[in-house]
């Protein structure tokens, strides 16, 4: 073997690489090869370790073998090529083949090519070459060969990489078997790689991560180790690994799915992990929208799904989540892992998400996960509480990947809609349901039915009340998320109501679980009950008697109240409960029920819902007496009975006397006129007991509410059996219910009327100890009446007289004779002492308090009063001013304080003045010093012609106490507070400087406001307000020089005086220092300045002097006036108009070439206007802002460019402009200005395509293999040599360069070439740089060399595979079928969208026009046709078109042959032949539809049956008509139990199926299906029962009839069943036949109101007939398509059945 194997690498070496023989002439092409691998094999980031894997389950395995692959590190070099380490890998495949070994000597020549259907799973291009990557010399011992490649080229062919050298020695086989071990012979194949010394640590890396799920789909390797030869194994660098895979092939199977279970297990340096995964794996048909080249040989996609039992086997923190045979690095954060053949990026760390191939792959995921879920939840027949760890595997959490979340989302929807979810069964039987038909319940109640399940209460029906209920093991907080995701929602919480009802969660449960219950309201009404019919669902127990419990709904409770008294208090409250029958509403809680909740530990929650929502109280007796009282209605029997039980309650204990206050403070009390009165403010005793009758004479208290108590209240009574004596209750009263008297009693808020009189003594005595009892507390009206009344007695000069007390006087000293001998005006009243004797001085306060005065101060202010009150009523004269003068003079000669009394007429308007009356206190006693004020103000000065200015002379110092005004210094003040505006305007020179005066001491603000709006300042143009006005300065006169405008004070007139207020003459706006004078001068120039017309040579030329003077200057000015020379617009250019300097050019010779294509601002140097000698003040100019040089200016540029018509703009124009885009991009940092490019952008740029914006031309290239008459490129002869020195500026302003602009630009110019060439050459250098529209783009023309025109790439094709379009379209492979135009197929595709082949739309055309012109299609014509269909019928759109398009379908026909044709029928006589006894009567007429013959693999007759009834195709089966013939003979009827074909099985059977909840068929409905079934007669007949079918042909105006044998019938009207009497003996068939007869007839009947469960009921019959109706088969097929019937309903058959009999 190894003698022909070295023989064989020897011809290799000979024939193929030229070693030693002739020369080979495909050796060039070998040398480009190897030259391409070597770039392909170091551009892509390869893991060669996976592709080494990939090679070994490629490779093929002799029988009975586990196909194993090992690796094996070692730092031995038995390659002797001094590597530092090698790789040895081992594979115990058959071995190599020469065929192996000539492919692996060669490029681009795998085995494995269009193998993909085999299994083979390489694709990448590079395989076994990968490991060039790691090694340089890779050895292969296999099946005799040894030999090794090289990466250098061979000495004798110059060519690496597939040169096979023979190996003699080094390594020998011996070296090989030792690092093996010498326990095993060597595997077939050994893989020797000396590794790289850059190469020894990413390897050891790889090898220390290969993940233990390696093999988990591969289907070959069932073994894989990895492990480091060493002398020491503790001194091992890499983790060793060994992974072993099994299959338990227990699977399930079906069409085009199998399931499977695989036990990995991998054993590591110190530990050992196993895991269990259940495969799922299904095929899918590859769509053709999702075909790609690289798979174009694979018919299906296979998919398989892993779900890891357990803990996933891995190395690191993260496990890949997509499989491509082999692992990627994707970690999905998804519970399973998907394998399919995925197209991979090249590193094989991630698939292409964006391949359409993929993405197909992907779409498929979510079917196959629900199958394989549903597989899993269901068939199998563990308990529910085992199904949760399957349930982990939905995908609820999202993934890192955009695509795979899509796939999530699919798998939601799927699920979702899927009978999967479990519900709670008591029947030991498992029911699934649709997620949206299941609700959870609240943790708590789920307590509470287990209680009740354990109180033996019946909950059988718990799933019946509108929904399903999820199974308790399921219902846990751990498993939201799933459930969430699922989307299973709360049960509603009408759902609570009807299961308390229903199953009677309040009687059949403990009084433990009743509290629940009440508990599990109470904390959930807010959330979940509020607004539901739970307050109509009887909760509450109460006891109306003893002994006796009652039930009640919250709704229904009321006017009931539930009370929770003490014990001690019961019997007391039910005594007095018989004596207030009105208090029956008051019910209580049993004994036993208030036992278990007070021991609740939560019975405040409950008792504070009770209270929300029913009347509840702790009732104690205190709230007894409240509620009581709420409840006497009126009735003042009872209101006297109250105060009898609140009196005893209280005397008794049961009341404290807290609490009797409290119930006291509110009672009702019955008044003297027999008046129940409820709301009063006070209580009084009778008036016949009282002192308040003798001082008031009436109740006064009335109006605020106080009452006086009814004398019953005084009698003796029995009540509850305990005996009240007479008066007993007024103490009551009096202590609780506050009856009072005077002086006691609050005195009323009203007038007394006995005060506004005299008043006795002894009623004056009174009435001040009612004061004094009540100080605190004395009413406004009480005490007014007290006040004003004339009741006291005083005396005044030896006579007495009745007094108000406020118009009295209680002195204790002499200064009253003294007060009086000195007024000659006033009498002051005195209180009568010796009338009230000594006990009048126990009342002092209280006489102050009713107004009575005692103070010397009182007496002033009472004169001064008196005085102003006759002030108010005439004016004063001058005899009682001078005695009020005299008065104070006399006071303070007696030294007693006149303060009270000048403060009492201080403020009187009684002194007159020169403004009229007015009070002393600022008026003016006139002086020759208030002179010069009296003409600028209205000062009131005191009227001396009224008073004569001697007699007031001697009164300064009185006139001053009174505050009259006597001196002038330090009253300035006066001057501004009566200041008269108008008398501010043309003011003195006197007053004037008086004025300022007062602003520098008071500095007013309202004097400022007055003197800056009035003409106060005489200036050389006339009287100016202040603003107006200037002081002239020299540092600033130069600026009042260029306008005569500005007014200045005159100084002749004020004196040089009017210098020392020039901070005064700041304050109201005169101009005084350079900034104001700055600010007139900037008003004065923007006004001239704004209009042109006042600005003129002159004006200006003495605008440009001052600047010129103020820049000579070392002042530092203002920058506001800076700024007005160079903001404003008053230098005028040579377009006519002002502009600010900084709009403005100073012409020089460098501008002069822009004046053809710019209108710039030159200032105007004509000798109309600033003339040569403007150049003089050239510095100035530029420091204002004006532009003097060109480079600076290129904003004038940018803003005054206006290129004219591009023939009128000559290449010296151009070139010019180019330079200012020089000057730009130094400018702007090499970036344009848009307003710039905007204007630039026109037509001007002459190229040979015409004149063209910067935008639509380009700069030529030679590169590009184009001529310069293929596009709009830039006419360089034109513009001359130098226009290449502008590159850079043309490629800034637009112009093109690159490769990318010019493709839009020639992609878009193409259109206007009629010469092929010049368009082939385009279409190349655009398919060269990949050129593709942008997005939006119209889709464009393709130029058809042989017809010389432009077609719409809608009616273009690349390829037509079927060759049924050749004049149809055009089919470009066609046109561009050369070598060196095929590429620009590929070109057409990506970059037009040109169809690579025909559409629906034109398959629809095609068949149409067949339709038009043919009755039949050939054999290949219709199955390429159908084919195309098959392939593309899955979208709404396709289906919808195609079914528009066609009107004619292919029919089988008794004369069929593949030669002969297919015939074409119309669609509406064409029909399935779903129903193949059907198909039997009508198979002699061409009514139904085509199927290849024999059948083709990629047009499946179930495939085309789909199709068929996507274009419309009806069933048969839908379309025959059915007539019964009549029975001419009456059957027998059968005996009960012989032949009963109606029985209880059968009605048993069909209740269970309309009991399902998901039919909504209601009881009443169910009874009457039932009860027709139970009322129906089986007569048996011996007459044949047949059937007539008839099928109507439209478009022929046919009718085709046929007959057939039928066994039973119904006839509804008669209630009977006729069946025809069948033989015992009969076949099975005939049995089959008759069972199907019998559950159809039996179905139909049932449902005739719902055609749409006909067929799932008549399956369910049929199997009921077949098995006799057996009672335990019936049980078991009931079971198995969950379904029961519910207590409720099994009263219906028993029903059913008694009326049969009566």
Known sequence: ?????????????????????????????????????????????????????????????????????????????????????TLLIFNNEKGFSEKNIESICSVGRSTKKGNRKRGYIGEKGIGFKSVFLITSRPYIFSKGYQIRFNEDPCSFCSLGYIVPEWVEQHPSLVDIQRIYGSGSSLPTTTIILPLKSDKVKPVKEQLSSVHPEVLLFLSKIKRLSIREHCQNPNLSTVNSIGIVSETDFMTRKSIDAESYTIHLSATETDSEKQCSYYMWRQKFPVKHENRVERRSEVEDWV???????????????????????????????????????????????????????????????????????????????????????????????????????????????????????????????????????????????????????????????????????????????ENDDVLD?????????????????????????????????????????????????????????????????????????????????????????????????????????????????????????????????????????????????????????????????????ISKGFLSVDEGGKCCKDMPLVDNYGNVNTSRTGVLVPASQGKWISLTGSNPWRQDGYIELWEEYLSSGRFAGVLSNQKALLPFLKSYANAGDVPDITPPNAAIPALSGALRKENALLLLNWIQSNRYSLPAKFMDSVRRGSWLRTTMNGSSDYRPPSQSFYHTSSWGSILQGGSILVDIPLVDRNFYGKEIENYKEELKIAGVMFEFSQACEFVGDHLMRLAETSSMSRENVFSILKFIRYLREKFLPPDDFIRAVKNGSWLKTTTGYRSPDGAVLFSQEWKAASLISDIPFIDKDCYGEANLKGFEKELELLGVVVQFPGN?????????????????????????????????????????????????????????????????????????????????????????????????????????????FVRTFKQKATSSSCLNRDTSMSLLSCYKKLMESSHKFPEELMKSFKELQWLHTTLGDFRTPKDCILFEQDWEHLRLIANLPFIDDSSNWYGKSIYGY???????????????????????????????????????????????????????????????????????????????????????????????????????????????????????????????????????????????????????????????????????????????????????????????????????????????????????????????????????????TKERVSYDECCAFWRFVARHSYTTKADKFLSESISRLPVNTPDYNNSGGILLCEKSDVFIADDLLLKDLFTESPVFVWYPSPSIPTLSQTKLTEIYRKLGVKEISKCVEMSEAKLTVDGVKTEQGKNNLVGRGLVRLILGFLSDPSLKIEAEERSEIIHSLVSLNVLETPETISTEYTLNLPSKGEKLVAKAKRMIRWEREKEVVYAEKMEKACGKRKVLEYATCFAEVIAKGAMWQREDLIGELSELVKMAYLVEFDEEALEFLMKSKNLQVYEEDEKLISDAYSLKKT
């Open 1 to 85: 073997m190894a003698e022909a194997a070295k023989q064989h690498i020897d011809r290799i070496r000979r024939t193929k690489f030229s070693i030693g023989g002739d020369e080979n002439p495909l050796t060039e092409d070998l040398h480009q090869a190897v030259k391409n691998l070597s770039a392909e094999l170091y551009a892509k980031d390869v893991h060669f370790l996976m592709e080494l894997i990939q090679n070994a389950e490629d490779n093929e395995y002799p029988e009975g073998v586990d196909p194993c692959l090992e690796f094996v590190i070692t730092s031995d070099d038995i390659t002797s090529t001094g590597a530092p380490a």
């Open 303 to 477: 998919i398989t799904l892993a779900f890891p039992f357990g803990e996933r086997l891995g190395r690191g923190n993260s496990s890949p989540g997509i499989y491509a045979f082999l692992p990627t690095e994707m970690v999905t954060n998804l519970p399973f892992i998907i394998q399919a053949d995925f197209i991979l990026a090249s590193s094989r760390e991630t698939i292409l998400l964006d391949d359409i191939w993929n993405q197909g792959i992907l779409n498929c995921v979510p079917l196959a996960f629900l199958n394989a879920f549903t597989s899993l939840v269901k068939k199998t027949d563990a308990p529910v509480s085992s199904l949760l760890p399957v349930f982990n595997f939905l995908p609820v959490k999202q993934s890192s990947y955009a695509k795979l979340n899509v796939v999530r989302e699919s798998i939601k929807a799927k699920v979702s809609a899927e009978e999967i979810v479990p519900s709670v069964s008591h029947s030991g039987q498992k029911f699934f349901h649709r997620p949206c038909e299941v609700g959870r319940l609240v943790p708590a109640f789920w307590d509470i039915l287990e209680k009740a399940r354990r109180d033996k209460a019946s909950l059988n029906n718990i799933s019946s009340h509108g929904i399903y209920v999820l199974d308790s093991s399921f219902d846990r907080a």
């Open 485 to 649: 995701f699922l989307g299973l929602k709360q049960v509603s919480n009408e759902w609570y109501a009807k299961c308390i009802q229903g199953c009677d969660l309040v009687r059949s449960v403990s009084e433990d679980t009743y509290v629940e219950v009440l508990l599990f309201l109470a904390e959930n009404w807010q959330s979940l009950f509020q607004g539901t019919n739970m307050v109509k669902v009887p909760i509450i127990k109460y006891v109306v008697r003893k002994g006796v419990t009652s039930l009640s709904s919250l709704s229904d409770f009321s006017p009931r109240n539930l009370c929770f008294p003490t014990v001690k208090n019961q019997e007391w409250l039910l005594d007095w409960s018989d004596e207030f029958r009105c208090m029956s509403k008051y019910v209580f809680m049993p004994q036993t029920t208030l036992v278990v909740l007070k021991s609740c530990s939560k019975k405040e929650t409950i008792l504070n819902w009770l209270k929300e929502k029913i009347k509840v109280t702790t009732l104690s007796v205190s709230d007894y007496a409240k509620r009581l009282m709420e409840n006497l209605n009126g009735d003042k029997r009872l209101v006297v009975a109250y105060a009898h039980f609140l009196h005893h309650s």
């Open 972 to 1080: 300035h003040s006066l001057i501004v507070s009566h200041l008269k505006s108008s008398k501010l305007s043309y003011l003195t020179a006197e007053a004037m400087l008086l004025v300022l005066e007062c602003m520098r001491l008071l500095s007013p603000r309202k004097l400022i406001n007055l003197l800056s709006s009035s003409q106060c300042f005489k200036t050389k143009n006339g009287y100016k307000i202040p603003a107006e006005c200037f002081i002239p300065d020299p540092e600033w006169s130069c600026l009042v020089s260029v306008f005569d405008c500005f007014p200045l004070i005159d100084e002749s007139f004020y004196g040089s005086k009017i210098f020392s207020y020039k901070e005064e003459l700041k304050l109201i706006g005169v101009v005084v220092q350079l900034e104001e004078a700055v600010k007139g």
């Open 1178 to 1412: 050239k510095k100035d100019l530029k420091s204002l802002g004006v532009t003097v040089e060109l480079k600076q200016g290129m904003n004038h540029v940018v803003n005054s460019l206006s290129l004219p018509d591009p023939s009128r703009i000559t290449p010296l124009g151009a070139v010019s402009l180019l330079k200012c885009v020089t000057f730009l991009l130094e400018d702007r940092f090499g970036k344009l200005p848009k307003e710039f490019l905007d204007k630039v952008s026109v037509k001007w740029v002459k190229t040979h395509a015409g004149y063209r914006c910067p935008e639509e031309c380009l700069l030529f290239d030679n590169t590009w293999e184009l001529e310069h008459c293929d596009g709009p490129f830039i006419d360089e002869e034109y513009y001359g040599s130098e226009l290449k020195a502008f590159k850079k500026e043309l490629i800034a302003i637009g112009v093109g360069n690159d490769s990318a602009k010019a493709c839009r630009l020639l992609a878009s110019h193409v259109y206007t070439h009629s010469d092929s060439d010049a368009i082939s050459r385009i279409y190349r250098f655009l398919c060269k740089s990949e050129w593709k529209p942008e997005r939006g783009a119209s889709s464009g023309l393709i130029w058809i060399p042989s017809d010389g025109k432009w077609a719409d790439v809608s009616s273009c094709v690349v390829y037509d595979k079927d060759k049924l379009f050749g004049t149809k379209l055009n089919v470009l492979e066609n046109h561009y079928g050369s070598d060196e135009d095929r590429r620009l197929l590929g070109f057409f595709s990506s970059a037009f969208e040109v169809r690579a082949s025909p559409s629906v739309e034109d398959y629809c055309a095609l068949w149409k026009d067949w339709e038009r």
